[in-house]
């Protein structure tokens, strides 16, 4: 377009010197050639177009000038190949497209196996509710916690160091820890049990091999955060592929499968599973870290910030519910095959045992490779969460390693003493549930602060579903306690 645009100046300034005496020019013939100027793709022949038209004293009304240069501007912007703006929507999606992705890891990682059977083998397929509900409160946190990085160029534990007093600060950061190490505690065991169920590898040798693993897909962030958000992709695929084929071989019943989603059902007995649901699908670590996890993309222009928060949006919306979906399969798989024949399944070691005779040898082995994968990826998630609350919310500046090691090296000790992973596992999950509050209401009370957010303030509607869902996660989590303590 840029050969188009010096004929039309000089065009214009020809026009002007032929016309002699001239009356001076109207402020909106003047202020629209300006405006439009800088549009045009080859820039000195922008400045040249403006200069002249501001120093010249024609109207151009009569000739036209202006509206001529108006015209051949804009047509120029928008007489683009249809197919070339297509790709390069594409592309700029495709470039945004990765940090979800690394969240939603959590969201099917080892605690997510072991609350999903439970609650598949138990309670058949009725608190598929549970997982659709979970989903969507992911959504709305996950977008909140994109957009306080998004905004304001800092982490979620870093504005809560500089908006809330120490006392509080120091509560929250042993809130965090304490989630990051229940994470971790579920993750590590979940890679360490695949190796056991694919090698027949001993637990402790695999809870080494999967910290090493998890330590090495890090240390690829730290040559390049797009390397690890690759890696951790690839494994999220792996995860989806074998539980296709679960669904596959189990044929489920799709009538009831639409009756769970979509019916909620909630008694005493199920409470604790729901709980442990619900932590293992919104979980308070990587709420945390998605806010540091879009800041490799930020760029301060305020209208790079709104492109950036959009197409987080669409980022966060598939990645969610990519998860939903393999997280519902799992509870599927339990249902169909453990729930219907009335086969009680307390461990994952039983489950894996349990599928072969009932499915066959590949239904165990995706099983198997599944839960491999989603340890070593959710690991290396929980570590760099770890690090991302070590340091945020005190203002420590640990080194890198220092902190991954110090929310990982409590999992692997509870593993070593051989508690009963299942039981762990859930476990787990509910104490994740407990830590939710510590997250969501810091990130709420800074999202609707205008001072801190500017134009990205919470509007009213997102700020009352937020505190509505905080609330019931609350009541949830004071139901959970009470049911607990009467046993």
């Not at 519902?328 to 894996?352: D, K, P, Q, R, W």
Request: hydrophobic share 50%.
């Amino acid at each position: 377009m840029g050969h188009m645009d010096a004929p039309v100046a000089s065009t214009a300034v020809a026009s002007a010197s032929a016309g002699g005496a001239v009356p001076t020019p109207s402020f909106r013939t003047t202020s629209n050639a300006v405006r439009v100027a800088p549009h045009c793709a080859n820039s000195e022949t922008a400045n040249v177009v403006t200069g002249q038209v501001v120093a010249s004293t024609t109207i151009w009304k009569g000739t036209g000038g202006a509206t001529d240069l108006l015209r051949r501007c804009t047509d120029g912007i928008h007489m683009r190949p249809r197919s070339a703006s297509f790709a390069t929507t594409i592309r700029k999606v495709l470039k945004y497209l990765g940090p979800a992705f690394v969240v939603s890891v959590a969201y099917m990682d080892p605690g997510n196996f072991g609350t999903n059977i439970t609650a598949g083998s138990q309670f058949g397929y009725s608190l598929l509710w549970v997982l659709l509900w979970s989903n969507m409160f992911a959504i709305l946190f996950q977008t909140l916690s994109a957009k306080l990085g998004i905004a304001t160029g800092l982490t979620l534990p870093e504005q809560c160091a500089r908006l809330f007093k120490p006392g509080v600060n120091r509560l929250l950061w042993c809130v965090g820890v304490a989630s990051a190490v229940a994470t971790n505690l579920a993750e590590v065991l979940g890679g360490a049990l695949g190796f056991y169920l694919l090698f027949g590898m001993p637990l402790p040798l695999g809870t080494v091999i999967t910290c090493c693993t998890s330590s090495a897909i890090l240390a690829l962030g730290d040559r390049g955060q797009r390397l690890s958000e690759m890696v951790i992709a690839g494994l999220v695929s792996v995860i989806g592929v074998c539980y296709v084929l679960e669904l596959f071989l189990v044929k489920p019943d799709w009538s009831a499968i639409g009756r769970g989603i979509l019916v909620p059902s909630l008694t005493g007995q199920s409470l604790y599973v729901v709980a442990g649901m619900l932590g293992a699908t919104v979980m308070p670590h990587v709420i945390y870290l998605h806010s540091h996890l879009v800041l490799v993309r930020r760029k301060a222009d305020r209208e790079a910030m709104k492109e950036h928060l959009f197409l987080e949006k669409v980022d966060v919306f598939v990645a969610m519910n990519t998860a939903f979906v393999i997280n519902s399969a799992m509870v599927v798989m339990s249902s169909a095959t453990f729930y219907v024949l009335g086969v009680a399944v307390e461990t994952i070691e039983e489950a894996h045992k349990t599928l072969a005779p009932l499915l066959g040898n590949l239904s165990s082995s995706a099983f198997a490779l599944a839960l491999l994968c989603s340890g070593l990826s959710s690991t290396a998630v929980g570590m760099h969460a770890g690090q991302i609350v070590a340091n945020g919310f005190v203002g420590l500046r640990i080194r890198p390693w220092m902190a991954r090691l110090a929310t990982v090296v409590p999992a692997v000790a509870i593993i070593m003493i051989g508690w009963d992973p299942v039981k762990v596992l859930v476990l787990s999950q509910v104490c994740l549930s407990l830590a939710l509050p510590g997250a969501i209401i810091p990130l709420l009370l800074i999202t609707g602060k205008r001072d801190v957010m500017g134009q990205f303030v919470n509007d009213t509607p997102t700020a009352v579903t937020g505190w509505v869902v905080a609330g019931l996660i609350v009541i949830l989590n004071a139901a959970l306690i009470v049911e607990t303590l009467l046993g």
